[in-house]
């Protein structure tokens, strides 16, 4: 803990901010008991990295079943009033862990998707998530991609592909790079585990070649000063009601920032402060 910081109160302001891969003295311990140092040593280094056993098997399945009634075969957005699992899901503490290393304390939800890929689906096409972000990229990340694979990713099963090395470049791929895809790996992953990526990595999926179906939950969460993609407003008394503070952070109610409501300046120390962390 760096003596700037150590003293401080939850009122006081900090007058630093910590480097991009950088690990708050608050949230270390979180990081340490959950065994993702390493996680966050690739994330910020490499621009993805995989949480192999997100959850129990059996919540993976019930997932994989859930997605696909209500993606009702092929996928969907704005799921996460659609049922209880999918808020057990960005609630997962790896995920918010992880979210808070990557997207800074006080982090929002931007999306709850999913999709279904059959045989034959094509890839997505070469993008960088910071899709409303200009280039060049700020050295912080702004996006943070969770993608729960309810099945395994293989390179035939229509896996993520990456290309390692396109996070350091801080823009997005032009058309030649884009047709080209050069350099790309799959993802390979045992099924139930979390692929996460930053908003700068470069990334597409093969096509499925094999029979079945892979299913995937794409969560996003995104720093504060960042739109959502999804607007969970008409629900999130209910969901903040049933889930509490967390889930009130993740839907933009916990901080100094004008809401139906007003500001609340009493959070504005802490919420400046978060933007640093
Ligand atoms: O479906 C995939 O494997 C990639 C998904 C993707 O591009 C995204 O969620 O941004």
């Known amino acids: 803990m760096s003596e700037s910081t150590a003293s401080l109160g939850a009122n006081e302001r900090y007058f630093d901010t910590l480097p991009p891969d950088a690990i708050s003295d608050e949230l270390l311990p979180e990081i340490e008991q959950l065994g993702l140092v390493d996680n966050c040593r690739q994330l910020a280094m490499e621009g993805w990295t995989v949480i192999e056993n997100a959850a129990t098997p ?9 997605i ?17 699992l999918f808020a057990e899901a960005i609630l997962n503490p790896k ?13 929002l939800l931007s999306q709850v998707a999913a999709s279904v890929r059959g045989k034959g ?9 910071n899709n409303w972000i200009p280039a060049p990229f700020p050295a912080h990340n702004m996006l943070l991609t969770a993608c729960w694979a309810c099945d395994e990713y293989t390179k035939a099963g229509g896996a993520t592909l ?27 992953c045992p099924a ?7 908003g700068n990595l470069w990334h597409s999926n093969y096509p499925r070649t094999l029979d079945g179906e892979r299913v995937v939950c794409h969560i996003t969460y995104t ?10 407003e ?42 640093k962390r």
């Open 58 to 66: 059996e919540f993976n399945a019930a997932f994989r079943d859930k």
């Open 68 to 84: 696909l009634q209500v993606g009702k075969g092929t996928g969907a957005n704005m799921l996460l009033a659609k049922d209880a």
């Open 95 to 107: 995920l918010l862990a992880m979210a808070e290393f990557s997207v800074g304390r006080g982090f």
């Open 121 to 129: 689906a094509p890839s997505i096409g070469l993008h960088a998530d």
């Open 162 to 188: 990456i290309v390692p090395g396109s996070n350091a470049l801080r823009r997005h791929p032009d058309e030649v790079e884009t047709a080209a895809c050069a350099g790309a790996i799959p993802i390979e």
């Open 192 to 198: 139930g585990s979390v692929a996460m990526w930053d």
């Open 223 to 232: 720093r504060l000063l960042c739109r959502p993609v999804e607007d969970y």
């Open 234 to 275: 008409p629900w999130a008394d209910d969901l903040i009601g049933t889930y509490g503070k967390k889930m009130s952070q993740l839907l933009g109610r916990e901080d100094a920032l004008f809401k139906r409501t007003g500001a609340d300046y009493s959070k504005l120390t802490q919420t400046f402060n978060n933007a």
